[in-house]
């Protein structure tokens, strides 16, 4: 059995020494890694999967930007089909963590809120851990906040692209 040989930079399996802002981009991924773990550990103590997490997530802000969020425009920031939702909001109404309700000015429509309970667990399981993070945000001096926001607004929208390029590529092929 032969191995592939993959041409790697000097020091690293995706930056070599030279790289500029190379320990920014470590710090990133290791926040990333950590972000990632947290998030499966919230999940399984919840006893909840991770689209009925970023469900909630998403009902959570849409009550609060006062946005009614109807059942296909989760589908689609979830990226699932509406049927599937359909499974997923009876699962979590079933446990108490939505309720399906008329829209306001169109009774036809159908809206999704996140009841006491989904706040009240969501609040239970972060308030601590967002806390500390307002904490350490606020150590960022001042005159550093502007650059580390709009790095972190360019590496949101560089993954962004690629998320939806990649996503093409899959359907057009490479040519």
């Known amino acids: 059995m032969s191995r592939a040989v993959i041409d790697a930079p000097d020091d690293g399996y995706w930056f070599d020494r ?3 802002g190379r320990e920014i981009l470590a710090a990133l991924r290791r ?3 950590a972000d990632d773990a947290f998030r499966r550990s919230l999940v399984r103590s ?7 997490v970023q469900a909630i997530r998403h009902v959570i802000a849409a009550d609060r930007d ?3 969020l109807s059942p296909r425009e989760l589908a689609g920031r979830l990226g699932i089909s509406t049927a599937s939702t359909t499974t997923l909001l009876d699962r979590l109404a079933a446990h108490g963590h939505i ?4 829209h306001a000015s ?3 429509r159908i809206v999704v809120h996140a009841t006491a309970y989904a706040h009240e667990q969501v609040r239970s399981h972060l308030a601590t851990m967002h806390a500390e993070m307002a904490r350490i945000a606020g150590e960022v001096p001042a005159h550093c906040r502007g650059a ?3 790095f972190l607004h360019r590496m949101a929208e560089h993954v962004e692209d690629v998320t939806e390029h990649a996503g093409e590529e899959a359907v057009l092929g490479d040519g």
């Open 31 to 33: 926040f990333r890694e």
């Open 99 to 102: 309720e399906r309700i008329p």
């Open 18 to 20: 030279s790289t500029e």
């Open 46 to 52: 919840m006893g909840m999967n991770v689209t009925d």
């Open 148 to 150: 580390v926001v709009g």
């Open 66 to 68: 006062q946005q009614p």
């Open 106 to 108: 169109d009774r036809r």
